[in-house]
Nanobody, 120 residues
């Protein structure tokens, strides 16, 4: 059974930091490209950051570049998102996403999400 379980969200003041974690199970984590998405109330879901399965190349939304860092620990089957200099506009539900290809077929999985609230 595939599971992606996020943790680390909470309430923080503007300028503060949080570290999100996403613990994966039920699939070969090291083979999956991983991402963090977020969705704020009344807004569409957006990609925050991604990291490849091989080489660990990363990409970020312009709105979080220089403030957020995505990383992964394949030995622990865990994805991280270090969020610094948080702003009220970062308030959203943050979900992790996994994507892998097996024999040419795409398999993808979503976590339930963790709430991040940044007060001004």
């Amino acid at each position: 059974q595939v599971q992606l379980v996020e943790s680390g969200g909470g309430l923080v003041e503007s300028g503060g930091s949080l570290r999100l974690s996403c613990r994966a199970s039920g699939f070969t984590f090291r083979s999956a490209a991983m991402s963090w998405y977020r969705q704020a109330p009344g807004k569409e879901r957006e990609l925050v950051a991604g990291i490849t399965n091989v080489g660990g190349s990363t990409n970020y939304a312009d709105s979080v570049k220089g403030r957020f860092t995505i990383s992964r620990d394949n030995a622990k089957n865990t994805l991280y998102l270090q969020m610094n200099s948080l702003k009220p506009e970062d308030t959203a539900i943050y979900c992790c996403y996994a994507e892998q290809y097996i024999d040419g077929l795409k398999y993808d999985y979503w976590g339930q999400g963790t709430q991040v609230t940044v007060s001004s």
